[in-house]
């Protein structure tokens, strides 16, 4: 008897060796066998998803075989862990054991939208709303809704957000991209704003915005910003008004149509800074770090008017007359060839 259980246990045990064994071969298999693909192809992974769900469904689609063994794989190698949600990229060639791997990795495909500097809110939520993997949950909502919905109830949505490139996965929200946008403006804000210079007629950090979006809007020439924004401080400081056209133009709205003329500039918007002394009351645009920059650093110096070259730049002038020379030099007898931000960089030969 002792003899036959000893049998017994040997040969349960080579059993379960040969079942090890063959479980061992049966994952290899399913784990190097190649996808079928004919094509690169996304497969979505809602948020919620299991491996063993998404395995099921691409044996049953005919993808792969052997699903049984890779959850079985997934649960004891992989720690069973959870799937972030989002698409990812099947390439034909790819193998399963690819696939788990990518999944393990959470390297779910990202998409890109890029929001510009001088941007007004309306054209970055067109942008958002133009994104058709993003969840969309603000198209039915005012701005001030908008606002509300970030938490800002109250605060005008004009030059709040920063202009970068901010990438998502499918299913992220829209609002969720737009407060990312929101905390790295504050963020900006914050940093320039404790290395401001001295003496600026500036009570808080959001009159400094509003002034970066008019030297945003003014010159798209890097290297002219501090200056257009000493012009804009020594104004203020003698009690001058800004007369930007910038102004001027936004606060015209959707009836602005390209042609700024005199009746415009004596338009009583709240925005006119032909008529109304001081910075206008919020924004006119998204800006950029470096007009920040210029706001809280502006050039020294004693020019008070500027008038656009027509090549991007502009001329400077300490008096009105030698402003009324520049605007008879380059505004009254305008090149054919004006235009009023700086020709784009050589980009190259591209392949």
């Keep these: 008897m002792k003899r036959f259980l000893l049998y017994l246990l040997e040969g349960g045990l080579l059993l379960a060796g040969l079942l090890l064994v063959f479980a061992g071969w049966q994952q290899q298999?399913?784990?190097?066998?190649?996808?079928?693909?004919?094509?690169?192809?996304?497969?979505?992974v809602p948020a919620g998803s299991t491996p063993s769900g998404l395995l099921?469904?691409?044996?049953?689609?005919?993808?792969?075989?052997?699903?049984?063994?890779?959850?079985?794989?997934?649960?004891?190698?992989l720690d069973g862990k959870g799937l972030h949600s989002g698409e990812y990229r099947l390439?034909?060639?790819?193998?399963?054991?690819?696939?788990?791997?990518?999944?393990?990795?959470?390297?779910?495909?990202?998409?890109?939208?890029?929001?510009?500097?001088?941007?007004?809110?309306?054209?970055?939520?067109?942008?958002?709303?133009?994104?058709?993997?993003?969840?969309?949950?603000?198209?039915?909502?005012?701005?001030?809704?908008?606002?509300?919905r970030l938490g800002l109830g109250g605060q005008h949505p004009e030059g709040r957000f920063f202009p970068d490139t901010y990438r998502y996965v499918r299913g992220m929200r829209d609002i969720d991209?737009?407060?990312?946008?929101?905390?790295?403006?504050?963020?900006?804000?914050?940093?320039?704003?404790?290395?401001?210079?001295?003496?600026?007629?500036y009570r808080e950090p959001y009159q400094a915005l509003i002034m970066a979006s008019l030297v945003?809007?003014?010159?798209g020439a890097a290297h002219e910003r501090e200056e257009i924004a000493g012009v804009f401080i020594r104004r203020l400081r003698l009690g001058m008004l800004l007369q930007t056209d910038p102004t001027?133009?936004?606060?015209?709205?959707?009836?602005?149509?390209?042609?700024?003329?005199?009746?415009?500039?004596?338009?009583?918007?709240?925005?006119?800074?032909?008529?109304?002394?001081?910075?206008?009351?919020?924004?006119?645009?998204?800006?950029?770090?470096?007009?920040?920059?210029?706001?809280?650093?502006?050039?020294?110096?004693?020019?008070?008017y500027f008038v656009a070259r027509g090549d991007g730049t502009h001329v400077f002038s300490r008096s009105l007359d030698e402003h009324n020379r520049a605007v008879r030099e380059y505004q009254l007898k305008r090149r054919a060839d004006y235009r009023s931000s700086p020709a784009a960089a050589p980009q190259g030969n591209i392949p």
């Design 177 to 201: 991209l737009l407060r990312q946008a929101h905390e790295k403006l504050s963020r900006v804000l914050d940093e320039e704003w404790q290395q401001r210079a001295e003496g600026l007629p």
């Design 29 to 44: 298999v399913a784990l190097t066998q190649p996808l079928v693909l004919g094509e690169e192809r996304l497969l979505e």
């Design 248 to 304: 001027v133009i936004y606060g015209l709205g959707e009836r602005y149509t390209g042609n700024l003329n005199r009746a415009h500039l004596r338009e009583p918007t709240p925005y006119n800074t032909y008529t109304n002394p001081g910075l206008p009351p919020t924004p006119i645009a998204m800006v950029g770090r470096e007009a920040i920059h210029a706001a809280l650093n502006p050039a020294a110096g004693d020019s008070l």
């Design 56 to 77: 099921s469904r691409l044996e049953d689609e005919g993808v792969l075989e052997g699903a049984l063994w890779l959850r079985l794989y997934w649960r004891f190698n």
């Design 216 to 219: 945003e809007k003014e010159t």
């Design 91 to 148: 390439t034909p060639g790819q193998t399963a054991g690819d696939l788990l791997a990518q999944w393990q990795r959470g390297e779910v495909v990202q998409y890109g939208l890029t929001l510009v500097e001088g941007w007004t809110f309306r054209q970055l939520r067109s942008a958002l709303a133009a994104q058709e993997r993003l969840e969309q949950t603000l198209a039915d909502l005012d701005d001030a809704a908008v606002m509300q």
